[in-house]
């Protein structure tokens, strides 16, 4: 950085360090920042972008920062206890869906049946293109009675690794073949009550091998620019936690600066 750039870095770093700006206070805007330190907006974020880097500060917003909570800890505690298992039975079992009753115990809490829900494994893929579009689906799903875009993914056969899995069904639903995927997550989408583990794959590049083989799921096959996915979170025409999750690491993959077949 210029010496400018290093004046307003130290600036900052005082105004910190000084307590003028507490951990996880909201800074000034970048507007306010420029006019203040009478330093040009392309700079003043080179040297936001450093203060980010070295956890001085963080990012929240598309242009907003705070100042950098390190009094915060993601360590996982020692003294928190796990619920005991006395057992389960099974209410209902079939191909798809086995409802149980647990018998468990959390530390401090009497014995109760809780209900569980296990569904089977699934997989997930989000391909992008050379210009930055991501393969989708516009479906109908009779559940929720609606219409909306989704990623596409499915479940994992007994036997099958994840992402063999990911890869068959991007090319049973959309005739288009990965050239590569990378798992970045795997989640619970609704952990209270249901277990069904989601693994998350992202991968950049697909060829053409066919048409759709799996033609009950496929629906309309488009590849949707990265661009428009905020617009269509906040219509609500994003389908399933899958897609959501594997988009919004997407993004911020983006955001950060990242490929986001790197970055996990």
């Not at 010496?3 to 970048?30: D, F, H, L, M, Q």
């Not at 409802?99 to 530390?107: F, M, N, Q, R, T």
């Not at 997989?123 to 909306?148: C, E, H, K, T």
Request: aromatic share 6%.
């Amino acid at each position: 950085m210029g010496p400018k750039s290093e004046r307003v870095y130290r600036a900052i770093r005082e105004w910190i360090s000084t307590g003028k700006y507490s951990p996880g206070s909201k800074i000034p805007s970048e507007r306010t920042l420029s006019e203040e330190l009478a330093i040009g907006r392309t700079a003043l974020r080179q040297v936001l972008a450093r203060l980010v880097a070295e956890g001085i500060i963080e990012v929240h917003g598309r242009s907003s920062y705070r100042v950098a909570d390190r009094s915060v800890t993601t360590e996982a505690p020692t003294d928190v206890e796990p619920w005991q298992i006395h057992g389960e039975r099974t209410v209902y079992d079939n191909r798809w869906v086995k409802l149980s009753l647990v018998d468990v115990e959390p530390p401090g809490v009497d014995r109760f049946e809780h209900h569980v829900v296990r569904l089977h494994h699934v997989a997930i893929a989000a391909v992008i293109d050379d210009q930055d579009r991501v393969l989708m689906m516009w479906r109908y799903r009779f559940v929720p009675q609606s219409f909306g875009w989704e990623l596409p993914g499915g479940i994992v056969d007994e036997g099958e690794e994840p992402a063999q899995a990911a890869l068959r069904e991007v090319e049973e639903e959309t005739g288009w073949r990965p050239n590569a995927l990378e798992h970045v997550v795997t989640y619970q989408p609704m952990v209270g009550m249901v277990d069904s583990p989601h693994e998350i794959f992202v991968g950049r590049g697909a060829k053409l091998v066919g048409e759709p083989t799996d033609l009950e799921e496929a629906g309309r096959i488009a590849w949707v620019p990265l661009s428009d996915i905020p617009g269509l979170m906040a219509r609500g025409e994003l389908m399933g936690s899958g897609t959501l999750v594997a988009l919004l690491h997407v993004l911020a993959s983006r955001g950060a600066g990242a490929s986001p077949t790197n970055a996990a």
